[in-house]
């Protein structure tokens, strides 16, 4: 996965998950870092509590239970967390000072990384909870209440998660606007050599076709008009098809453009190694399948790629790029890149830039190696120095830079469906994203067309967004 910001995510308070909402009685904050996929672990932690009277809030100072969803994909994620944790034990303090009680949590990848040692470090945390366990919150947070001792739950359990969780309740969602993410698949089986995911998050694992459509349709039905699909390795999806076989990610995405109200659909992240035949046609096929594609590439140079153990040269991706663009002449390509890998030398960065220079990319993300313990690059003896790595990332973000730039400019003059997601900052303003992802702010929008798919023609393109007008008041188009 990688890691872009967690958008904030403010929720209504929100009553009992099913038929009969109990008055919510007490607080819960979670706080989001890294991933989409921890942002929708957030989202349902707050679903899985609702229904034992637990409201969703937007602070630590308000909440009862604070959860911190963390990430370990690169360096310095763990000691923010136990910088924070600093905090939260001093609110603690101030809390039980004033009779009230908090109880801290830490989930997410961080959590199964450190386990045991989390609460050796900072005693303050009541509960330590691994990705795949968190479905067993309301049972932790029973115990805890009852007085019961710390619990570190790090294990894999073999019970299926998503099958223990609710389906989004549907107000809930609502609030949530007009896009959602929906996790099909998750954890890894590739190992490259610099990633802790195959680690934290554990094998490959699937959701079934069944549940995912559910899901689908319970967020089409509160207004949620697109969805992007989420996984470690989202392209190496083969869950459960209804006939009892094994479906691939382009069969689910045939599926899901059926589903009414679902008007765009979006995956990430996806490995090269995984991208089929019958996704790539999906491409050419499905309008509801967005020109947009993050298909991460880390490296230009064989002889890194081969020491990442990424299972493909810088020829055979950009081959698979242009039959990509063969089939989707308009798709937008994102990837994400690591520079200063160990070893890494000149020539093997200038095979990277030359690689950038030949695709093309609309955005994507840079970082510098971070060793991360337990994977096996995180050992190899030459590790390069940190003004090495921030040269080089300096110049590899230039060149991205300047392509996101052109690829933006190049939108004005253009029409394109933009689906309205937030308010903008100004009285009329709204904001919306278009088919390539890029923000898109329009003056003098109607309220009402906020949640809805409408035609605006571009005026102009800066690095992280674009400027727009509505064409006539008519020209919602989903
Ligand atoms: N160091 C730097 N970047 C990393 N990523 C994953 N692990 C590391 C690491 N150890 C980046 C990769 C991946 C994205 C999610 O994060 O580019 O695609
Ligand atoms: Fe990590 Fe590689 Fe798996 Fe992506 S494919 S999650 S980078 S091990």
């Known amino acids: 996965m990688h890691d872009k910001p967690a958008p904030s995510r403010t929720v209504a308070p929100e009553t009992g998950h099913q038929a009969e909402p109990a008055a919510p009685r007490k607080k819960i904050f979670v706080k989001t870092y890294g991933c989409q996929m921890n942002v929708y672990d957030s989202a349902r932690m707050v679903d899985v509590m609702a229904p034992t009277g637990y409201a969703e809030v937007d602070t630590p ?11 370990h994909i690169r360096e310095k994620a763990a ?41 050796r470090r900072a005693p303050a945390v009541d509960l330590v909870l691994g990705p795949q366990t968190y479905h067993r919150l309301p049972e932790y947070i029973a115990r805890l209440a009852n007085g019961g001792p710390g619990i570190v739950e790090t294990e ?40 802790v995911v195959p680690y934290t998050r554990g094998s490959e694992f699937s959701r079934p076709v069944a549940r995912i459509l559910d899901e689908a349709k319970a967020l089409a039905d509160a207004g949620v008009r697109e969805i992007t699909l989420l996984g470690q390795n989202v392209n190496a999806y083969h869950g459960e098809d209804v006939k009892g076989g094994a479906a691939t990610l382009g069969a689910l995405i045939r599926d899901l453009a059926a589903v009414d109200g679902i008007e765009h659909i979006r995956y990430t992240t996806s490995h090269p190694r995984d991208m089929d035949e019958e996704l790539i046609a999906a491409h ?55 520079v200063g890998f160990p070893g890494e030398t000149d ?18 993300y840079s970082f510098k190696y971070s060793p991360r313990p337990g994977t096996p690059a995180a050992t190899e003896e030459d590790q390069l120095p940190e003004e090495v790595k921030s040269e080089r990332l300096q110049r590899l973000q230039a060149l991205l830079g300047e ?37 898109v702010h329009v003056e003098d929008a109607p ?14 393109g800066y690095r992280n967004s674009l400027r727009g007008r509505l064409r006539a008041a008519e020209a919602v188009v989903a």
């Not at 100072?61 to 990430?71: G, P, R, S």
């Not at 096929?285 to 081969?306: A, F, K, N």
């Open 403 to 439: 392509q996101q730039v052109a690829f933006n400019e190049a939108c004005a003059g253009r029409i394109m469906p933009v689906l309205f997601d937030r308010r903008g900052k100004g009285e009329r303003q709204l904001v919306g994203r278009s088919p390539w992802l890029q923000s």
């Open 79 to 119: 000691e923010k967390v136990y910088s924070e944790l600093g905090r939260l034990r001093d609110l603690k303090k101030e809390k039980s000072g004033r009779g009230e009680s908090l109880v801290i949590g830490v989930a997410g990848c961080v959590a199964q990384a450190e386990g045991e040692e989390m609460r």
């Open 61 to 71: 100072e308000e909440a009862d239970i604070v959860i911190l969803n963390t990430c």
């Open 347 to 364: 020539r093997d960065f200038e095979a990277t830039l030359d690689l950038v220079r030949t695709v093309g990319y609309a955005q994507a």
């Open 284 to 338: 050419a096929e499905v309008p509801e399948l967005m020109p947009y594609l993050h298909l991460p590439v880390q490296s230009g140079s064989d002889r890194i790629l081969e020491a990442m153990n990424r299972r493909h040269d810088a020829e055979s991706y950009v081959r698979l790029v242009e039959r990509i663009r063969a089939a989707r002449p308009d798709i937008a390509m994102s990837s994400d890149f690591i």
């Open 447 to 460: 309220e009402n067309l906020f949640g809805n798919i409408v035609e605006v023609e571009i005026e102009e």
């Open 156 to 195: 894999f359990p073999a019970e299926d998660k998503f099958e223990s969780l609710p389906v989004p309740d549907r107000r809930k969602t609502l609030a949530r606007g007009a896009t959602a993410f929906l996790t099909i698949q998750e954890g890894c089986d590739k190992f490259c050599t610099f990633c």
